[in-house]
């Protein structure tokens, strides 16, 4: 009894995964399986997500502190303002440089690139005052 109802959670999991597009975080996919089966614990979504990117069918990136997966191989980039904090996404498109530094297959990367935004950079005499 108590396996069949988990298998069938897990078929509703699977199910509603499907219906992610992009990234995602547990949350997200959350929202959706709730609607479908209220009995399902958002640990029983976590296990789920972590199990499936072991198992290499996601792709998973950290975004602002949260872990965000994704079906297909995407790149997730971000940049990072050192002054205001401010992130922003971009997306790699041309990875060759990338590629001759690694010895091996490439799954998936993340970027972090940390530098100046350009609200800081124009206002940059304003904030160095203060
Ligand atoms: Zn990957
Ligand atoms: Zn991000
Ligand atoms: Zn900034």
Avoid: P, W
């Avoid at 789920?48 to 975004?63: N, T, V």
Wanted: hydrophobic share 30%; charged share 30%.
């Amino acid at each position: 009894m108590k396996s069949s109802r988990k298998t069938k959670q897990k078929e509703i999991i699977e199910k509603e995964l499907l219906s992610m597009n992009s990234f995602f975080n547990a949350d997200d996919l959350f929202r959706v399986i709730r609607k479908k089966d209220n009995a399902i614990g958002i640990a029983t979504i976590y296990r789920f997500l972590k199990k499936k990117s072991g198992d290499g069918e996601l792709h998973s990136y950290i975004c602002a502190g949260k872990k965000l997966y994704s079906i297909g191989k995407r790149n997730h980039s971000h940049f990072i303002c050192k002054k205001c904090g401010k992130t922003s996404h971009f997306n790699i498109e041309e990875i060759s440089a990338i590629r001759n530094s690694i010895k091996g297959d490439i799954c998936h990367f993340q970027l972090d690139v940390y530098g100046i935004c350009e609200y800081c950079k124009k206002n940059r005499f304003n904030i160095d005052k203060s």
